[in-house]
């Protein structure tokens, strides 16, 4: 009896790498033109020192590490700036950002929702509570009715409000989880565990998740 052949599972980091290459080019057609040109051109600064002190060959080779790592930085930046671009604008956008942190922090999407779309996610990190806010200005009541239910349920816990948007007051949607990892530690990681704790019995609103990447590309999978 032949042995059946075993197919290899494509490893997760290179689909995410291809997801976020195929984003980003449509995004930016000349991406595989701008990759080229940085790849170059770091290869010619490498080879013309190595003209300079006499060992063209050697500087070379030692070149390409240096060649891939610039291009493959300028992909991250416009890979992540292509991802924000993907889902800015749809409803869940502020929540998709939220859950992409890898550490540090957890998020409940749509605790509150209300008809028009106006979202509020609660999240929860050594920092304290996050109410984040997505939507009109009538996103900021529901927002302060969350606010307070924190405040009574997990009493002595800091509790911050983040709206997202655009406008005076608000927080980009690019910026959001550079904001949420600036502030302040004030839980200890025991107070943090015993707070996660009684936050998952509250639970959330399911929410439909706005389609394309997470915007996390600035740090590509690794193997």
Known sequence: MAKEKRVRKTPEWIKTLRQAYGVTREARPLLPLLLGV?????????????????????????????????????FSRLAESSAYASIEGQAGAGASVLMSIRKGWTTTAGVQVARNQDLVHRSLGRAGVVITGEGSNNVRVMMTDERRKMERFLSGVPVYEVLVGEDQGRIPLRKLQKHLKKLPKKLTKSQLRE????????????LPMPKGPMPNMRKIPKR
């Open 38 to 74: 940085v790849f170059t051109l770091v290869m010619a600064i490498g080879i013309g020192i190595g003209v300079v002190v006499g060992r063209t060959i050697y500087i070379s080779l030692m070149t390409i590490p240096f060649a891939l790592i610039a291009t493959l930085f300028l």
């Open 195 to 206: 707070a996660r704790a009684r936050e998952k019995s509250l639970g959330g609103a399911k």
